[in-house]
């Protein structure tokens, strides 16, 4: 294999999404588009009165159950007991995801098996699973164990089931970086295309939406408490006090743009260049000032040879909590204020929640329907903005323009931050 004297563009050919505000592309374009919610009470510990009392839910899934035999799901979509059996909850969403990009992008089995495609993914594995599994072993003592819970439970879930199912070859690969997690997914699968390496990466993430997986935040105090699905999740509101949970599962499909037009593939959107950075600051808690974030923003227009001028849409990382946001803002302002730029800013976690490591596949999901579909989705549910966001473009009402240009930011606990620049191709 030769290696490419420069760098090759890199495009967006399939997408797939099981997510809070829809299960197909559909779906998720007109939640989008009219800002319509997702998010619904949710009860984390059946019987107790907790104080989070909402979640952005899964319709037509059940996975409540430790068991795959209770679940329910779609009658489009169709697995042996062999399948089930080494999943967790979202490795069933996760699934049904990837099997949707795929389609989407007219991809056949040969192609997935080829040497030179590969599986990126991310997930926190199934504390929910793992807890009833480790329960099992400890009850009796040792006696009895769960011959593949591991395989069921732990952070490399995805890729364990799903290079099995698609019988990848090129190559398949874990990230671990809380909710940056599928965006450095997304950021080293363009790396690996552009370079030459492979010609296509599907990048997946999922999240269980279980009291083991969520609720869990409620102890540094990061989940809101709001009780009203339409308020609940508020990113840049003076009201906001906490992000409201999610999961389920996305997928996207990387091509090199040689691979796609050849094979008359559907483009959605190219993706220029991306940049990451570390806040060296707080385990749990962004950089007040945003410098972190900031820095990875000017490092991925950088790599994409935009100005922050060009650039029309911000989808912000924002997930409703006091000090994230905040941190967000003043970055939003170091990148683009000060350069005399006003590109259109929203959150589109105030519809869908916070689906933690699978929000930025998901959200970049989402800019490369905007950008297809022609419209910048607003601000949902934003009412007062934070003193912070002054000068900062925030409509709150859908824009119905094409973006040509698209700003994707993404931070995790510890620090990581990445961003992700996407640019319209044209028709």
């Not at 035999?69 to 979202?90: E, G, I, K």
């Not at 040879?305 to 939003?332: F, I, K």
């Not at 869908?352 to 022609?374: I, P, R």
Request: aromatic share 8%; net charge neutral.
């Amino acid at each position: 294999m030769s290696l490419p004297s420069a760098p090759r563009r890199v495009v967006v050919t399939g997408l797939g999404f099981i997510t809070s505000i829809g299960n197909d592309r559909a779906t998720v374009t007109r939640h989008l588009r009219e800002l319509r919610h997702g998010l619904e009470p949710f009860d984390f510990i059946s019987g107790s009165d907790l104080p989070v009392k909402v979640a952005g839910t899964i319709k037509e899934f059940d996975t409540r159950s430790d068991h795959y035999s209770d679940w329910r799901w779609p009658a489009r979509y169709t697995f042996t007991r062999d399948v089930l059996r080494t999943l967790p909850p979202h490795g069933l969403h996760a699934i049904c995801a990837t099997d949707e990009a795929i389609a989407d992008a007219g991809l056949v089995r040969e192609d997935l098996a080829r040497d030179d495609t590969g599986l990126f993914t991310a997930s926190a594995g199934s504390p929910f699973l793992q807890h009833k599994y480790l329960g099992t072993m400890y009850d009796s003592k040792g006696d009895r164990l769960v011959p593949l819970g591991v395989v069921a439970t732990i952070a490399g879930t995805l890729n364990f089931n799903l290079s099995t199912r698609y019988g990848m070859r090129g190559a398949v690969c874990g990230f671990v970086s809380a909710c940056a997690s599928t965006s450095h997914a997304l950021g080293y699968a363009y790396d690996e295309i552009a370079l030459g390496r492979l010609e296509r990466v599907i990048v997946v993430g999922g999240e269980d939406i279980t009291a083991d997986s969520t609720y869990s935040f409620h102890a540094v105090r990061a989940l809101s408490r709001n009780p009203d699905p339409a308020t609940a999740s508020r990113p840049f509101d003076t009201a906001r006090d906490g992000f409201v949970g999610s999961g389920g599962g996305a997928a996207l499909v990387l091509e090199s743009a040689e691979a796609a037009q050849a094979r008359g593939a559907r483009i959605y959107a190219e993706l220029a260049g991306w940049g990451q950075s570390a806040d060296g600051y707080n385990i749990a808690i962004s950089d007040p000032e945003g410098r972190g974030l900031a820095l990875a923003m000017k490092r991925a227009l950088a790599a994409a040879r935009t100005a922050p001028t060009e650039v029309d849409y911000v989808n912000a990382h924002a997930t409703s909590t006091v000090a994230g946001d905040r941190s967000e803002a003043r970055a939003l302002r170091t990148i683009f204020s000060e350069a005399g730029a006003t590109p259109a800013i929203s959150s589109t976690k105030a519809l869908t929640g916070h689906a933690l490591s699978m929000a930025g596949v998901m959200e970049t999901a989402f800019c490369a329907v905007a950008m297809a579909e022609g419209f910048i989705p607003g601000q949902a549910h934003l009412v007062n903005p934070d003193p912070d966001c002054e000068g900062l473009n925030i409509p709150r009402e859908t824009i119905a323009r094409a973006p040509n240009v698209i700003v994707k930011n993404s931070s995790g606990f510890g620090g990581s931050n990445v961003s992700l620049v996407l640019r319209r191709w044209p028709a």
